[in-house]
Every structure is written in C-alpha cells, then in structure tokens.
C-alpha cells in the first residue's frame, strides 16, 4: 500500500507528532509512505525525516522570510508541485492532517485521480468561526472525501454538532504512544546532563508544561495558578515551560506582574521532549481546547502524573483523581489546589502513576492505533476496486 500523508507545516507539534508515529508504523509495516509538507517551520526537511524515519518533501509553499506577494508566489508553485508530485506518486490513499491540508488535499488528490483522500481532524476549533465551519463542512461533506478520522469523541460531536459534519462520514481513532520512547530516566549521569541543559539542579522538583504559547493553551491561567499559591509551595518547586509561540513574552510578563518568575523557567523550543519528561516530577495542561492531547499521552507514558483541563480527548484518556487529574478550563482555584496535593503527597503520586501506566499500556499503544488506519486504508482501497 502506498500513501502520502499531507500536512501544513513541518514543525515538532501535536500533529506531526502523531502523524509521524503513524507513518513509522505503517512503514515498518511494510507499507510505502511518504509525508509531504507545505513548508518548513522551526526545523528542516532533514530533522524531520530523521524523526519520522519516511521520505519527507517540503512543497515550498511559504517562506518564513518572505513577503507576502512572494508567499502568494510560493504558493502557487507549491500547489502545482503537489499535484504534480501526486500524479508521478500515484499512491493508494491521501491522508491529510491539520487544517489547509484538508482543505487543500482533497481538491489535489481528485485532480491527481488518487482513488482515496481521508482528512482528519485533529482538534476542536471552536473559536474558528463560522467561515471556517462552513469551508470544512462543504469538503467533508463532498466526495473527494471518503471518510474523515477524528482523534476523540469529543471532536467528533464538534464536527457533528458545531461543523454539521455528516455523523457517517467520521470515524474515531484516538492518536497513540510507543512506550518504548518514554520512561523515567534511571541512569543519573544521563539525568544531571538533561537537568543541566535544562538549567535546574536534581533537587528541584520539577513541573513540566509542553505548548506553544498561543491563547489555547491556557498558559496565563497556570501562571495564575502558580502566583495563588506561591507562598505554600516548597521553595524548590520550579514550573518548566518548553515551548514558542506569539504569547511568549506576554507570558513573561505576566510571570514578573504576579511577582513568581522565580518559579519559572522557559525553554524555547525542544527537539528533545521525551528526555525532558524523563526527569519530570509533574506535568501540568492548562489548555482550553484539545483534541487528543498527545504530550499527556507520553507524559504518562513517561510514569509522569498529569494535571490537565476537563476538555475533549483528554476526558477520555484520564479517570479523574484515579489515572491523573482534571480540573474545568480556566479554573484557577481548581489548578491551585491540585498543585498543592500533588506536589506534597508523593504516596497519590505513586498511584496516579502506577494507574496511568496501566491505562496507557491498554488503551493508547501506538500498535494498535497503526493498525486501525491500516485497516481503515485497506478497507477503502478494497471498496473503491468494486466499483
């Protein structure tokens, strides 16, 4: 089986995450896979090839460095360039992640004559407005669509009841996590050179945050959180947050205002996550929206507790107070008091753990989850040569 998995930009986020784990599976299935990128951003084709372990082509659609006519030019070519790539490819099915990738590859594959093209929607858009609603409601609906996957129930009633996706069209595959990837980090030469580029020293207990620093991800409200209850945390408690994006200094700031940037430390962008959730004491998402979070995914796999928002798929990865805890989006208060219990009872710590180890290894193994799109694929090609 041949397939081209398309995606907006090539970067290390939650979606490229997750489509990268899929194509390794498939690959390593015996499958032909091949990603293709609109255009590079925070790392080049290389790096990402290395993580995703398939070819990866760069369409050259945008140039972070250029203006917007020459960015209308880019386009363009680009556009051309992925049909032509399409045709000379001629794979069994399109996957499209993220979403002018799936406004995009639709019309592509049809003008490439691809017979299957499965888009997949990967978050819960709901500050997207109505324009952006009524476009991903004309695609799906259409019949350069076959199906679409989504990565929880939770986005899957959004498409249904916000979008008026049609209910027969979508399909659930939550994403996964090959534990092999993520565990605590036993070996303490190995520990001390993590937490040294981290900046912080072994006895600080360590509380980590992965997300780009846009309103979603709720960063503000943690800051809040933090600043509510400063004065009863352990003076060695720091809040590690990895990440960019065009919030950061705002964020900074805040950190300042509240008078807790002691507590802080900001990482930029890491390229190496699992080695930073290896040696975390904590892992805290304060998101307001989320698909199917996969960092609370390999936090947990990581034998990482995890506090995270009572939102989409994360309610349907965590058992509150059993697996990991919730708390409402925005909810300083909530936040704060889950803080404070989980960074001073190590016994609820040792359980959430044990349990979250559990609830990964059966549920969200990333086999399992490459096998399902496989048998997804399969299906249509199958369906498709009948006709």
């Known amino acids: 089986m041949k397939c081209v998995f398309l995606i907006t930009q090539l970067e290390f986020a939650g979606a490229q995450n997750a489509m990268c784990a899929i194509a390794r599976g498939l690959s390593a299935r ?7 990128g609109f255009y590079e951003k925070n790392c080049s ?3 990402f090839s290395q993580r995703a372990k398939v070819p990866v082509i760069n369409l050259g659609m945008k140039n972070m460095g250029a203006g917007r006519l020459q960015n209308v030019r880019h386009l363009f070519c680009g556009l051309g360039r992925l049909c032509k790539l399409l045709r ?5 099915v399109v996957l499209t992640f993220t979403r002018y990738a799936n406004w995009i590859g639709p019309f592509a594959a049809r003008r490439a004559n691809v017979n299957v093209c499965i888009p997949s929607q990967r978050n ?23 199906c679409m996957t989504t990565v929880s129930e939770q986005t899957r009633e959004f498409c249904v009841n916000t979008e008026g996706i049609n209910p ?17 980090n036993n070996d303490e030469k190995k520990r001390v050179q993590i937490l040294n580029s981290i ?4 006895d600080v207990f360590r ?32 809040f590690i947050m990895v990440g960019e994006g065009p919030l950061l200094e705002e964020i900074k700031q805040r950190c300042v205002t509240k008078g807790v940037e002691h507590r802080f430390i900001f990482t930029g962008v890491r390229n190496d996550v699992p080695q930073i959730l290896s040696v975390a004491d904590l892992f805290i998402l304060p998101s307001l929206h989320e698909g199917m979070p996969n960092v609370v995914l390999e936090a947990m796999a990581s034998s990482v507790p995890v506090i995270a928002t009572a939102v989409d798929g994360a309610l349907e990865i965590i058992d509150h107070e059993v697996d990991g805890f919730l708390f409402p989006p925005k909810d300083v208060e909530a936040l704060a008091t889950q803080i404070l219990r989980l960074v001073k009872h190590e016994d609820l710590r040792k359980s959430i753990i044990h349990n979250g180890n559990k609830k ?8 399992c989850i490459t096998e399902r799109y496989e048998r997804l694929f399969e299906g249509w090609i199958n369906e498709n040569s009948r006709h």
């Open 168 to 184: 027969e069209k979508l399909i659930t595959i939550h994403n996964g996590v090959k534990l092999a990837n993520f565990s605590k």
């Open 30 to 36: 015996g499958h032909d896979i091949t990603i293709m």
């Open 199 to 202: 900046g912080v020293t072994k």
């Open 360 to 367: 990964i290894a059966s549920a969200f193994d990333q086999e």
């Open 207 to 238: 509380v980590v945050t992965v997300a780009r620093f846009f309103e979603q991800k709720g960063h503000r409200f943690l800051v809040d959180a933090v600043a509510r209850v400063d004065s009863e945390l352990p003076v060695n408690v720091r």
């Open 124 to 146: 819960s858009w709901r500050d997207a407005g109505f324009l952006f609603y009524t476009v991903d409601r004309m695609i799906a609906n259409s019949r350069l669509v076959h």
């Open 45 to 47: 084709v290389h790096e």
């Open 88 to 92: 000379n490819e001629t794979p069994d």
